[in-house]
């Protein structure tokens, strides 16, 4: 069968099963270091392990930002058997291709059904026969459907970086929250669980929320906000690191270390973690999204931590007093 999320056809289904049941063990809770050893154990065995593992992770971040049915009994299950079988048919969902036409709207999930798509870690630009360009950031991903009436772009899942050029034809920007229409306009888009952020750099930008009933509001060059299917944020001006990924920066401006790990790891495979004890600890700078092991080794510069790696795969900041 095509998976729908082209999961490689030598992962075998019980090695599907294993990769799940160790995602859900985790998101139970810290593994000792007992169950670490042998999920590593698992994880070296076979470069299968590995292929089923990554898969499953990108799987379950990309859960984050999807309303469907079966993505809700995927996170939020009680019972721990619901979750991993439900974690399970995501990951091997397979159909014909009209079948997987139709999940495409429901399941707006994986890279590797969109028109464009860049992988954890890495970015990508896309210069669209309009004129217009897109730039990904890690782990994102877009469908783009121009035709003789419109253009229409959809992100699917992750941030990106649009210049539009302006011609006859109107341009729609579609997000899980709501729809945008720019006007000669440079904005940074990035789709969350609940809300969709935008931040526009350069010209006007009209925003229509899914379930707004009125007027729809209309941003300017140098204002942002924050927008769900039924309203929006006070729109404000921007702040000083907007979109500066797509310089490999990541700014921090007096930021919780526990938010800075969790902007960190959108560019690392594996599990990175803060330790509660230090999450309140504020950092300031900035930092090579491209070198995610250097960020790493300069925390214990400026703060009161340290770094333990189990593996690459498995690093927590905790406090090293």
């Known amino acids: 069968m095509n998976g729908v999320f082209n999961t490689p056809p030598e992962i075998a289904p019980q090695v599907a099963e294993q990769a799940v049941s160790w995602l859900v063990e985790?998101?139970?809770?810290?593994?000792?270091?007992?169950?670490?050893?042998?999920?590593?154990?698992?994880?070296?065995?076979h470069a299968e392990h590995q292929r089923a593992w990554d898969?499953?992770?990108?799987v379950?971040?990309?859960?984050?930002?999807?309303?469907?049915?079966?993505?809700h009994a995927a996170l939020n299950a009680p019972q721990t058997r619901t979750?991993?079988?439900?974690?399970?048919?995501l990951l091997l969902l397979g159909a014909g291709s009209a079948m997987t036409y139709g999940l495409r709207e429901q399941l707006p999930l994986t890279p590797l059904l969109a028109d464009y798509s860049s992988p954890i870690g890495q970015r990508r630009t896309v210069n669209l026969h309009d004129g217009s360009q897109i730039r990904l950031n890690t782990g994102s991903s877009v469908d783009v459907r121009f035709d003789a009436q419109q253009r229409l772009i959809r992100l699917l899942d992750g941030e990106v970086q649009m210049t539009v050029a302006q011609e006859a034809r109107p341009l729609h920007v579609h997000t899980a929250h709501g729809v945008l229409q720019p006007d000669k306009a440079r904005f940074n888009l990035r789709q969350f669980r609940n809300r969709t952020h935008i931040a526009v750099f350069e010209g006007r930008v009209q925003l229509a929320p899914q379930a707004y009933p009125g007027s729809p509001l209309q941003l300017e060059a140098r204002q942002q906000v924050s927008f769900t299917p039924q309203a929006w944020s006070t729109p404000h001006a921007l702040d000083a690191g907007s979109g500066a990924w797509a310089d490999g920066i990541l700014v921090a401006a007096h930021m919780r270390l526990e938010d800075f790990i969790a902007e960190l790891s959108r560019y690392r495979r594996g599990q990175l973690h803060c330790d509660p004890k230090v999450a309140n600890l504020l950092i300031s700078g900035t930092y090579p999204i491209d070198d995610t092991e250097r960020v790493l080794d300069l925390l214990?510069?400026?703060?009161?931590?340290?770094?333990?790696?189990?593996?690459?795969?498995?690093?927590t900041v905790e406090s090293n007093v």
């Open 55 to 58: 898969h499953i992770q990108r």
């Open 300 to 315: 214990h510069v400026s703060l009161p931590v340290r770094v333990k790696r189990f593996t690459r795969y498995w690093v």
């Open 26 to 45: 985790m998101q139970g809770g810290a593994l000792s270091p007992r169950r670490q050893r042998a999920w590593q154990q698992w994880l070296d065995a």
């Open 60 to 71: 379950n971040q990309r859960l984050r930002g999807l309303s469907s049915p079966l993505a």
């Open 83 to 89: 979750r991993r079988q439900a974690l399970k048919l």
